[in-house]
């Protein structure tokens, strides 16, 4: 369960300025879709849309036949996990912040959570800038680190679709191949939209969509892709 289909999406934040110009793709159910393009195509704005942060103005969005805009806010974030760019924690414990995924949670399931997202060490540490507050035990996080917070946070919550909004900021290679492999565990099985600001993340997608200039330029997997030798292969 969980496909997505987005039907004829054009959308603008300003009136002035389409940023969506008529956007039609699917992620079938537990497939994998990875948009690429350059920056300020819009590939997150695709995402915004999804978790309805924003609404299209015209076209539509469903979830397994169903308008996004005829569900509840609040059943619409228990079927959707969202990894975002970049993840505000919460002024408490790193397991607190994780256990917010599904506040019923045992201490066993968020710690295997924990261990899954490679941050299993410091669950009991509070994220730097609150420590002041509590005393010296704060421990300032990285980017990839909050982002495993919140991928930590995602595989408590398990919910059928997940939308991975990849951080911009350059993460180091070790970083970038250990949030691969716990997302490789996430997504498995799982309807996942991924906004991809990596290539090396859409490699193995179902589907890659290439968004410029808010419309689909391209679509296929890597090999098609390549071969067509487009936008997508000089990417490379
Ligand atoms: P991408 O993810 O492809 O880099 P975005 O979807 O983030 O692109 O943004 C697409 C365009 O919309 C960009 O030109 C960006 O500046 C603009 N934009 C994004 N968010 C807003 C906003 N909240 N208000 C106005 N313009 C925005
Ligand atoms: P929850 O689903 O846990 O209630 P939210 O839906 O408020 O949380 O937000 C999910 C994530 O998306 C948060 O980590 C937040 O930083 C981010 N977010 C919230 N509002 C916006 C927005 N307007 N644009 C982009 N990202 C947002």
Redesign the pocket.
């Given at each position: 369960r969980g496909a997505i289909r987005f039907d004829n999406v054009h959308f603008a934040y300003d009136a002035d300025r389409p940023i969506l110009k008529g956007v039609s793709f699917e992620v079938p159910a537990g497939k994998t879709v990875a948009v690429v393009g350059p920056s300020g195509a819009g590939k997150?704005t695709l995402s915004?849309l999804l978790?309805r942060?924003?609404d299209a103005q015209s076209g539509s969005i469903t979830i397994d036949g169903q308008d996004v805009r005829q569900v509840t806010q609040k059943s619409l974030?228990a079927v959707i996990g969202?990894v975002?760019?970049?993840?505000?924690l919460f002024n408490d414990t790193i397991a607190y912040n994780i256990r917010?995924g599904r506040i019923g949670a045992s201490e066993a399931e968020v710690e295997q959570a924990a261990d899954i997202a490679q941050i299993g060490g410091f669950i009991r540490a509070l994220p730097k800038g609150f420590s002041a507050m509590v005393g010296e035990r704060g421990l300032k996080l990285s980017g990839g680190e909050k982002q495993r917070v919140?991928i930590a946070r995602t595989i408590l919550k398990s919910p059928p679709i997940l939308i991975l909004d990849e951080a911009t900021s350059a993460l180091d290679t070790r970083t970038e191949q250990e949030i691969q492999a716990a997302l490789d565990i996430v997504s498995k099985d799982r309807t996942t939209l991924v906004i991809a600001h990596r290539l090396s993340t859409v490699i193995h997608a179902d589907e890659i969509i290439v968004l410029r200039d808010g419309v689909i330029a391209e679509r296929g997997n890597h090999a098609a892709l390549i071969a067509a030798g487009g936008l997508y292969a000089s990417m490379w």
């Open positions: 997150s915004r978790y942060f924003y974030r969202m975002p760019q970049d993840t505000v917010y919140a």
